[in-house]
């Protein structure tokens, strides 16, 4: 028996450390639901340099910054979740346009590079700004440099950055990870069993 259909639509970005705890928490509704994601980047540190920095030069208060960071340590260590330590932060930009244009390589070859970009970030302290880096990581994923080369200058993927922003306002979203199921918004470091029961409702609501 097919699993049921699970549409959602997930705003999120590749150095937000809660949207990488969010992916795993949400792939775990794999086992109950074919999900269909639409993925919405959205860009929230657009001051960074693709350099990298360290995470001190956040407009973040310290004691603030820190009691984030013991959190997502102790969420991470609870579910399993693989983390390095997160000292740098970095412009996501071009690795959100290569995550929009990967979308058009198939669900496979987009899941494979989505689910790498976080790891080069979160997991081998990699820098997802540099575009030698970005590029690298794509060619490992099987997708091609034509591919890369048309995310960073076809100003298609540009306009549906903006189009993601122009989502997010009408579901009133200022912050990711933010998880839309039907019209139900959830926001933030969201439990399994809470995406479990929304999915749950909404998937109940459409069978009625």
Known sequence: MPLPELKITVFSDYICPFCYVGHHRLMRLKDSYDLKI???????HPENSA?????????YPSEYWNQ?????????????????????????KDALLLGEAAKACGRESFYQLHEALF???????????????????????????????DAWNNSTYQQRLQQNFAAAR???????????????????????NIMRNAAEELTSTNTV
């Open 38 to 44: 639409n993925w919405c980047f959205l860009e929230i």
């Open 170 to 192: 009408k579901y009133e979203i200022q912050s990711v990870p933010s998880f839309v199921f039907g019209d139900h918004v959830l926001t933030g470091v969201v439990g399994e």
């Open 119 to 149: 790891t080069a970030f979160f997991v081998d302290d990699k820098n997802i700004g540099d575009r030698k880096i970005l590029r690298k990581i794509a060619n490992q994923c099987g997708i091609n440099n034509a591919v890369v080369d």
């Open 51 to 59: 350099k990298g920095e360290p995470v001190t030069s956040l407009d």
């Open 68 to 92: 984030l960071m013991k959190n997502l340590k102790h969420v991470a260590k609870e579910e399993n979740i693989p983390l390095a330590e997160h000292l740098f932060t970095t412009n996501s």
